[in-house]
């Protein structure tokens, strides 16, 4: 299957300072890639939807100024997380899709970032 | 937007025993229903998916059903196995425009016990 490389796979940063999570499609093209956030012992849920160059959709309740998404090219989004706190902690994780059309495929994620803010 | 709920939250089986869990999801338009193997810490595992276009689909000793006018799946795993043990994970995705998002349900725990 296609692949999705995520790095870093974990980072511990300071409360107050940013990080940058990238996401990569390593042999195909994706338009369109997907961020979601992964509390402990919760599912999956969908921050935002990156748009190769144009602006990411947020989800309702999630902050557009906070978690600033860039899709510059077809293979590459990265996610990142300002001013970060505590409670931004989390495991953060990108997923791609092969193709657009009228078949909806199969979804491949990254590897995932715990990020960790003391 | 979609919003799709699972149950159970955990299940206890013993080795051997079946396992089934199901999802219900609200958007009518979601044609895509994937199902996910979660290892604590690592990426979700694809491990069956079915459309809208079948009712039923089988991959050894797992299987999916679909009833597209109840808006429910179900994931069955027979023969389980402690290796099953693990955080599975149900999902409903449309065609374009705001329902080409893959909405997750809330996760089922399931552990085989040997």
């Known amino acids: 299957g296609a692949v999705v490389s995520q790095h870093p796979s974990w980072v511990i940063c300071k409360s107050g300072t940013s990080v940058k999570i990238e996401c990569r499609s390593l042999d195909f093209q994706a338009t369109t890639m997907f961020w979601y956030r992964q509390f402990p012992k919760q599912s999956l849920m969908l921050m935002a939807t990156?748009?190769?160059?144009?602006?990411?959709?947020?989800e309702q309740g999630v902050e557009k100024d906070k978690f600033l998404i860039n899709h510059a090219s077809l293979t590459l989004s990265t996610l990142t997380v300002t001013s970060a706190h505590p409670e931004d902690s989390s495991f953060y994780i990108c997923?791609?899709?092969?193709?657009?059309?009228?078949?909806?495929?199969?979804?491949?994620f990254g590897q995932g970032t715990r990020l960790t803010v003391v | 937007g979609e919003n799709v709920e699972q149950h159970p939250s955990t299940l206890s089986v013993q080795e051997g025993d079946s396992a089934v869990i199901k999802c219900t999801y609200s958007?009518?338009?979601?044609?895509?229903f994937p199902w996910y193997k979660q290892e604590l810490g690592k990426r979700p595992q694809l491990i069956i998916d079915i459309r809208s276009n079948v009712g039923e689909k089988k991959d050894q000793r797992i299987a999916v059903t679909l009833n597209k006018t109840a808006k429910h799946f179900s994931l069955h795993i027979t023969e389980t196995q402690p290796e099953d043990s693990a955080v599975y994970f149900c999902a409903a995705k449309g065609y374009g425009g705001a329902t080409n998002k893959l909405i997750f349900g809330t996760g089922t725990l399931l552990a085989v016990q040997p």
């Open positions: 997923s791609a899709s092969v193709g657009q059309g009228t078949l909806n495929t199969e979804a491949f």
């Open positions: 990156s748009n190769e160059g144009s602006k990411a959709t947020y």
């Open positions: 958007d009518s338009a979601s044609n895509y």
